[in-house]
């Protein structure tokens, strides 16, 4: 058993900076590398993708990751976990094998974790009693059926944990929890029992501060922001973990951003309902239980989690088709700049009116005005600002890269960035989120493990 191992965040989301997994793997010594690509609508797009290229249905953007880390988990044997297989794990593992040929890299074992997607045999587990009605307004998925766009349960930890047993060197999942992703390294070198859920817990909790890449480490901070610094060379949050179940977040040194109680504490926080009752596969976590010390220089202990017992169930993760969507937008100028949208506005909605056009929802904001809190916001100056930046030149290649740094700046900038859209308005299909529960008995995952020859 080692003494401790350092898990590294590389990713928060599928766009994210895409410069933060070389940055972890070459400014210091790291064990893992975790990314986490997938959010609930990642799912149906990427399966989207799938249904019009078998060979797609993954996150591409890992293949060229993979092409920049690979020398260092090669030769510092690192080892990297992603979800970034999404409804295409098996694709993705030959693209990257093929890489690592190209790269001349051998030895490489690559795993992939199956059995998440469900969507094929959504009509026999229907058939067993599984009726998987929604939860949060009881509709059996049978209702959707023929709009599904995508099916996944969310599967835990230990499955990534037989890959790791099997050897892999990169493991390669689709819908995994975003937490089991850095808990599963830890199961691994600890040996940590799957009934102790106190264990269970610390390593949840230490892959929730993990999984929303540089916004643990001071991007998207609402506390005192003006005092993080260099967030244009932020460094994404590690996990320093210890076999008791406590560890230590921290970044590498020389980075920017900041490791704090404060930032921590907020990544903490973010997308979490019942603080007693953070439910994953692998346990419970009670995130009241957590306690946090800073320790000063970008580290702050995390220790004292305690945890309960697993449900009988996963939770899946299905969309569907609802309709279309189209966005614009127009900006009028001073004076009476509000008049005179408010002005276009109503005539806009009368010659729809004429035209005898009905929708389910039309709704009008006014950016600048009232688009990001309303009128609890009516008395502050500015109420909004909009920040509109362009590009100009001839290498096409450096403006689409521009285009990639601009969603990174949700979680690796200054905090409350809403309204974000781009492109020019053109139909969307309106893909509609399904959460519903399934008996574990129900599913059955695979490991399989292929070495670069």
């Known amino acids: 058993m080692k003494d401790s191992i350092r898990i590294a965040s590389g990713q928060g989301f599928w766009g994210d900076l895409l410069t933060a997994p070389l940055d972890q793997v070459s400014k210091g010594p790291i064990d893992y590398l975790v990314m986490d690509y997938l959010a609930e609508v990642t799912m149906s797009i990427m399966q989207k993708q799938k249904n019009k290229n078998p060979e797609f249905g993954y996150a591409r953007d890992l293949v060229n990751v993979c092409r920049e880390v690979l020398p260092y988990i090669k030769e510092r044997g690192i080892k990297l976990i992603t979800n970034g297989g999404g409804v295409n794990p098996l694709a993705c593992r030959d693209r990257i094998l093929e890489v690592a040929k190209e790269l001349g890299i051998s030895g490489v074992k690559v ?10 045999e959504l009509d026999d587990l229907v058939a067993q009693g599984e009726t998987m009605e929604h939860m949060e307004n009881g509709m059996p998925i049978a209702d959707v059926r023929e709009k599904l766009l995508s099916a996944n349960v969310y599967l835990g930890a230990f499955p990534i944990v037989e890959a790791l047993q099997q ?8 819908r995994t929890t975003d937490t089991g992703l850095t808990l599963a390294p830890m199961i691994h070198e600890f040996g940590w029992d799957g009934e102790d859920f106190d264990k269970m ?19 998207n901070f609402l506390g005192d922001w003006r005092s993080i ?25 020389g ?102 056009l009905e929708f389910e929802e039309l709704r009008t904001e006014y950016v600048g005005l009232n688009a990001c809190h309303g009128r609890a916001a009516a008395d502050i ?41 781009g492109g020019r308005p053109r139909p969307s299909e309106v893909v509609a989120y399904f959460p519903a529960l399934i008996s574990k008995d129900k599913i059955s995952t695979t490991v399989e493990v292929t070495e670069v020859a």
């Open 229 to 253: 610094e260099r967030l244009e060379d932020i460094g994404f949050p590690i996990v320093e973990a210890f076999p008791d179940g406590s560890f230590v977040v921290t970044k590498h040194e």
């Open 381 to 421: 100056e500015p109420n909004e600002i909009m920040m509109r930046i362009g590009v100009r030149g001839h290498d096409l290649d450096a403006i689409n890269r521009f285009a990639k740094e601009i969603a990174p700046l949700i979680l690796t900038g200054p905090p409350s960035v809403t309204g974000f859209a």
């Open 167 to 174: 050897g892999a060197d990169i493991v390669i999942t689709g």
């Open 111 to 120: 795993g992939v974790v199956m059995g998440d997607n469900i969507l094929e």
């Open 201 to 219: 817990a610390a390593g949840t909790v230490a892959g929730h501060i993990n999984e929303c890449g540089g916004q643990a480490s001071g991007g």
């Open 255 to 356: 980075t920017g951003g900041a490791v704090t109680r404060e930032t921590v504490s907020e990544q903490l926080m973010y997308e979490i309902g019942d603080p007693r009752e953070y439910i994953t596969p692998d346990c419970v976590a009670d995130f009241s239980s957590i306690k946090l010390e800073d320790l000063g220089d970008n580290r702050v202990k995390v220790y004292g989690i305690t945890g309960k017992p697993y449900t009988p169930f996963y939770k899946v993760s299905a969309s569907y088709a609802d309709g279309w969507v189209a966005f614009t937008s127009l900006t009028y100028a001073a004076p009476d700049a509000e008049e005179k949208a408010r002005a276009a506005d109503r005539i806009l909605r009368a010659r729809l009116q004429k035209l005898g």
